[in-house]
T-cell receptor, first 113, second 114 residues
Framework: NAGVTQTPKFQVLKTGQSMTLQCAQDMNHEYMSWYRQDPGMGLRLIHYSVGAGITDQGEVPNGYNVSRSTTEDFPLRLLSAAPSQTSVYFC????????????FGPGTRLTVT | SQQGEEDPQALSIQEGENATMNCSYKTSINNLQWYRQNSGRGLVHLILIRSNEREKHSGRLRVTLDTSKKSSSLLITASRAADTASYFCASGLPGGTSYGKLTFGQGTILTVHP
């Protein structure tokens, strides 16, 4: 199993550009989530999904959209990038929800200039 | 705001010594989890303790949970240089839609000197 994969590993955007961060898992997990990690801080939840077709907001959802059309994929869309969105983004999945251990991807380092 | 606060922010020890990290949280939880993050990498799950458990062991790891004090601790015994990493606690809220939200602390940076 590949586990949780994320693409790209690195990305540089200009202010106002849009892009999609990809996340996929091959463990048939129901739960998937997106976090951002800023220097010296823990992870903050952006959006999560408890199954295909079901998404909800986390702690810092503004400026990001998600959808979950399949169990395997959970892309994160930045609508109009801002310098404040410069961060490392992690995708995670688990069997059902947060009562189970989370499996994390390797992260995407995003810089917005 | 962050649910979890970790203490200390940084810890430096010699190989063979024990390392203890503490985590406090603010509201009731369903479970508390600990993760390790090596520099530039994703997080790796270490251990999960549920709200009705008080202590759990996994290899050289020992986790305690005190729900009356809303705190948890992670003990790494006989530390090795390879244990050098950041350690995060994460709390899961109880019930219903809250099972979708896991809240992380800001982490403890552990450095183990050979």
């Amino acid at each position: 199993n590949a586990g949780v994969t994320q693409t790209p590993k690195f990305q540089v955007l200009k202010t106002g550009q849009s892009m999609t961060l990809q996340c996929a898992q091959d463990m048939n997990h129901e739960y998937m989530s997106w976090y951002r990690q800023d220097p010296g801080m823990g992870l903050r939840l952006i959006h999560y999904s408890v199954g295909a077709g079901i998404t909800d907001q986390g702690e810092v959802p503004n400026g990001y959209n998600v959808s979950r059309s399949t169990t395997e994929d959970f892309p994160l869309r930045l609508l109009s990038a801002a310098p404040s969105q410069t961060s490392v983004y992690f995708c995670a999945s688990s069997y059902r929800d947060t009562t189970y251990e989370q499996y994390f991807g390797p992260g995407t380092r995003l810089t917005v200039t | 705001s962050q649910q979890g606060e970790e203490d200390p922010q940084a810890l430096s020890i010699q190989e063979g010594e024990n390392a203890t990290m503490n985590c406090s949280y603010k509201t009731s939880i369903n479970n508390l989890q600990w993760y390790r993050q090596n520099s530039g990498r994703g997080l790796v799950h270490l251990i999960l303790i549920r709200s009705n458990e008080r202590e759990k062991h996994s290899g050289r790891l020992r986790v305690t949970l005190d729900t009356s004090k809303k705190s948890s601790s992670l003990l790494i015994t006989a530390s090795r240089a390879a244990d050098t990493a950041s350690y995060f606690c994460a709390s899961g809220l109880p019930g219903g839609t809250s099972y979708g939200k896991l809240t992380f602390g800001q982490g403890t940076i552990l450095t183990v000197h050979p």
